[in-house]
């Protein structure tokens, strides 16, 4: 892969993963509620989720999204109802203490440690999963980087781990940001509104993704 190519890619990356979506307002609300090192789990998720995103694509399922109104439909309402489930609970969430949270972290047992992790980390990755703009957005960017004088597989994989380590950054960036104001989410009032807010984001990111229209441009 051409060094300017890359570069230029690494610029479109960065915009793309630091504007706000729903695998950033998931680690945010992950870090919040569950102490500074839960929000790794639903990153990682999230991660792994566009890697097998990327390869998806590149077997063909976004051209089959692009073309097939049914398979389009289907994923997409799939994302949006998954979206609505997480801000449902959001919403609903008891306000805690952050630093209880953290500190709850540190004593309890290690199967219940292991099972917060496995869920948050399969959350992460059914955001990534069940969005189509993600596969459609990796099918038609991708091959405008890609060059015919180099390996197809090798550009690819640059590429995918680019974008990935992009979005890990954007995850960590937003989560640093977000617990600077920890002190002022500390009042249960301002915790319940929190949850409201966050809850009601994740609602409307799935109503918004009602609206997404069956092209590879979006």
């Not at 999963?129 to 596969?135: E, F, G």
Request: proline share 3%; net charge positive; hydrophobic share 55%.
């Amino acid at each position: 892969m051409h060094l300017s190519n890359w570069l230029v890619f690494c610029g479109v990356a960065f915009l793309v993963c630091f504007s706000p979506g729903p695998g950033v307002l998931l680690a945010i609300s992950n870090a919040m509620a569950h102490g500074k090192r839960d929000w790794v789990a639903s990153s990682l998720g999230n991660a792994t989720g566009l890697f097998i995103i990327s390869g998806v694509a590149m077997a063909g399922m976004g051209a089959i999204l692009a073309v097939s109104a049914l398979a389009f439909t289907v994923l997409k309402v799939a994302g949006a109802l998954y979206l609505i489930y997480l801000g449902i609970r959001q919403w609903r969430s008891q306000a805690v203490s952050f630093a209880a949270a953290e500190s709850a972290t540190q004593v309890v047992d290690a199967q219940a440690d292991k099972a917060i992790t496995r869920r948050l980390y399969g959350q992460g990755m059914g955001v990534a999963l069940t969005n189509p703009k993600a596969i459609l957005f990796f099918s038609a960017l991708f091959p405008q980087f890609i060059t015919a004088d180099a390996p197809v597989l090798e550009q690819v994989a640059v590429l995918t781990s680019t974008f990935v380590a992009m979005s890990l950054l954007s995850h960590l960036s937003y989560v640093l940001v977000a617990r600077l104001f920890k002190g002022q989410l500390a009042n249960p009032q301002k915790q319940r509104l929190f949850n409201r807010i966050s809850g009601g984001l994740f609602v409307l990111l799935g109503l918004s993704l009602l609206r997404l229209k069956n092209k590879a441009s979006v």
